[in-house]
């Protein structure tokens, strides 16, 4: 994900942390294959957030991590409202997917395998 990108998501207030958009078990295969095939190129399977274009409309997935403290429906809601003003005047389509439910706080080492 671009950096600016990745600051209108974390700025919204009860997101604390963003996962790359694809889970772990979806980027496995991708891994595997550059393992058994040093020359191919590196996957691009870790992008925080994923955007294709997709017959003239844009598609965002982001998955975050939010606080214990926030209200997770309206983090969801206000996660997508950003991506969307992000993208103005662009037709967005924006899945958001909660990753994780944690107290707001320093992140353990290897936790964004979630």
């Known amino acids: 994900m671009t950096t600016p ?4 998501v974390i700025s919204v207030d009860g997101v604390t942390e963003v996962f790359p958009a694809r889970s772990l078990w979806q980027r496995l295969p991708a891994r595997a294959a550059s393992v058994l095939n040093p020359r191919a190129a590196e996957p691009e399977n ?3 957030v ?3 274009d997709q ?6 997935t982001v998955r975050v991590g939010v606080s214990s403290e926030a209200r997770t429906p309206d983090v969801v809601r206000g ?4 991506v969307r003003k992000h993208f103005a005047p662009a037709d967005v389509s924006v ?20």
């Open 5 to 8: 990108l990745k600051s209108v």
């Open 55 to 60: 017959d003239g409309r844009t598609e965002v």
């Open 95 to 114: 899945k958001v997917t909660v990753a994780r439910i944690a107290p707001a706080g320093p992140v353990a080492a290897g936790s964004h395998d979630a």
């Open 50 to 52: 994923d955007v294709r």
């Open 46 to 48: 870790d992008a925080l």
């Open 79 to 82: 996660v997508a409202a950003a």
